[in-house]
């Protein structure tokens, strides 16, 4: 009897073990999911951004500027412009340089997906504790988190200054004809 206890001690020692390495992964897992999350919300938002009227609105500061080198202008009308042409080329000069980086994002963003998606499977795949893995997912989570603030600072940038850029558009185009 004394051996039957003692067996079922080891036994209900055993399982508590492997539950706990299990929970940890299990805790691990979820922080990989959340992640996930926070990954696919910035795709979403990228696809979100009306890239097209940015690009349009490119365009179309390409054909103004244009217009404005092929004019004759004098020194005073130079002057006189020089303040809104000033701000005009530094607004499509953001939005051309953060449209650039959207593409350099979502390679970023997919390589994410990828590096979790591969942390997850090893999380599940092991019975064990995997604290190898801890620092990865560690390091992981920071190249999230930025990559999620570059996401959210390059959108609010192109929605600022799209907004800026229909504005001083006008005026230049008023200038222009």
């Known amino acids: 009897m004394k051996m039957i206890k003692t067996n079922i001690s080891c036994l209900i020692i055993i399982i508590l073990f492997i539950s706990c390495a299990y929970h940890y992964n299990t805790e691990k897992i979820n922080t990989v999911l959340e992640l996930e999350k926070i990954t696919q919300n910035n795709i979403s938002d990228l696809q979100a951004l009306h890239i097209k009227d940015v690009e349009s609105a490119l365009k179309i500061a390409k054909l103004n500027l244009a217009k404005i080198e092929d004019k004759k202008l004098d020194s005073i009308e130079i002057r ?3 303040f809104e042409y000033h701000n005009y080329l530094t607004c499509v000069n953001k939005l051309y340089e953060h449209t650039q980086n959207i593409n350099l ?5 997919e390589t994410n997906q990828l590096q979790l998606k591969n942390i997850k499977s090893d999380y599940k795949n092991s ?5 190898d893995l801890d620092t990865h997912l560690l390091h992981e989570k920071e190249i999230i988190q930025k990559t999620s603030n570059k996401v959210f600072n390059t959108i609010k940038i192109i929605n600022e200054e799209k907004l800026k850029f229909d ?3 006008a005026k230049i185009e ?3 004809n």
Do not use: C
């Open 167 to 169: 504005d001083l558009n």
């Open 174 to 176: 008023e200038i222009i």
């Open 127 to 131: 019975q064990e504790r995997r604290a």
């Open 105 to 109: 994002l979502k390679s970023t963003l």
């Open 80 to 82: 006189l412009i020089y």
